[in-house]
Nanobody, 122 residues
Framework: QVQLVESGGGLVQAGGSLRLSCAAAGRTLSIDVMGWFRQAPGKERQFVAAIMWRGSRTYYADSVKGRFTISKDNVKNMLSLQMNSLKPEDTALYYC???????????????WGQGTQVTVSS
């Protein structure tokens, strides 16, 4: 089992920045890929970004490319998401996820955090 805890959400004005963090614990050696997803009220969960846990390959949704940066610290078992130039449409509950075997950037995740709320005001 892998436990994931997100932090860093909050309220920010459009154009501002936030940095989300995700602490991983438990069987972290079993992780192959980690990612960020988001879900806005009344909408389906959406892929945001992913990173290979034992490598450096990254993947981004088109809607965040150039604005968001995913990164990791394997020593501290931490995943981060730097979000710049935030827009009101980025408002959502952001989830951290981990998968034991990479399938696609948006699939194959077995472990999920509880989420952290990001609200961007216009």
């Amino acid at each position: 089992q892998v436990q994931l805890v997100e932090s860093g959400g909050g309220l920010v004005q459009a154009g501002g920045s936030l940095r989300l963090s995700c602490a991983a614990a438990g069987r972290t050696l079993s992780i192959d890929v980690m990612g960020w997803f988001r879900q806005a009220p009344g909408k389906e969960r959406q892929f945001v970004a992913a990173i290979m846990w034992r490598g450096s390959r990254t993947y981004y949704a088109d809607s965040v490319k150039g604005r968001f940066t995913i990164s990791k610290d394997n020593v501290k078992n931490m995943l981060s998401l730097q979000m710049n130039s935030l827009k009101p449409e980025d408002t959502a509950l952001y989830y951290c996820a981990a998968g034991p075997k990479f399938i696609t950037p948006a699939g194959g995740y077995d472990y999920w955090g509880q989420g952290t709320q990001v609200t961007v005001s216009s």
